[in-house]
């Protein structure tokens, strides 16, 4: 799949805050559908969209354990989000600059 696809599946994945707090969860490991629904208000079905999303966008892979399919966190399609947001660091932090000028300016002709 071209990257910019990837790219798009992996911030349309994002998106949710479901899904980031899901993929937040399995940063600490490996867990089940009923261990990832539990801090949530969600049926087990619900979850489960959710995680066939990620699995979609190639965030989570699901193994077999016995009878259980835990999910795992796949970390390339992150790093490859974050190299892509990297080339744009240095519009945010010359903006970060500006504003510590400004306040700077600001404080110092407040008496």
Known sequence: MPAADQLSLTFAALADPTRRAILARLGQGAATVGELAEPFPLSLQA?????????????????????????????????????????????????????????????????
């Not at 399609?77 to 892509?84: F, K, M, V, Y």
Request: charged share 30%; no cysteine; glycine share 4%.
């Open 47 to 111: 979850v489960s969209k959710h995680i066939k999303a990620l699995e979609r966008a190639g965030l989570v892979t699901r193994g077999r354990d016995r009878q259980l399919r835990p999910s795992r966190l796949r970390s390339e399609p992150l790093q490859e989000a974050t190299g892509w947001l990297e080339h744009y660091r240095h519009f945010w932090e010359a903006s970060f600059d500006q504003l510590d000028d400004h306040l700077r300016t600001t404080s110092q002709d407040t008496p």
